[in-house]
């Protein structure tokens, strides 16, 4: 049987920094989805609450779309300002996303708020696609 004292002293040193790293991804992800909330043109939330399946794809994947490059920064991450920076950076591209979905289909505000799950299900894999790519780059 091993001595369990190196790995008890590995956590307990260790484990105020994942602490404050994941507590500082968490907000990073949220400010970040805030912020993607306040900029789109359509309140997600409020649709969200009417039954708008579009609306909630769509919510969905800027949510993953954010998350998955703070993960992987987050996993490779030297300190709080990596995952800051680079949540500043993931949140910009996701915005792209947005504006770029719209342009190719073009009225996608109105076409999540008429409940268009066709132009959600595009724009959600869009913002996964960028977050993929996103997350690989920050990876690299």
Request: include cysteine; hydrophobic fraction near 60%.
């Amino acid at each position: 049987m091993t001595d369990p004292m190196p790995v008890i002293h590995s956590l307990l040193s260790g484990l105020p920094i994942l602490l404050l790293h994941l507590g500082t991804a968490t907000l990073v992800w949220i400010a970040a989805l805030a912020i993607y909330l306040w900029i789109t043109p359509h309140d997600e939330f409020a649709l969200i609450r009417n039954g708008n399946e579009a609306a909630a794809i769509s919510l969905g994947g800027a949510a993953i779309g954010l998350a998955l490059p703070l993960a992987l920064c987050l996993a490779g991450s030297v300190n709080v300002w990596d995952i800051a920076i680079w949540g500043s950076v993931t949140l910009v591209l996701q915005l792209i996303a947005f504006r770029l979905v719209d342009f190719l289909l073009g009225t996608l505000s109105a076409r999540i708020e008429a409940n268009e799950r066709s132009a959600a299900i595009f724009l959600a894999m869009t913002k996964a696609a960028i977050a993929c790519l996103t997350a690989a780059a920050i990876a690299g």
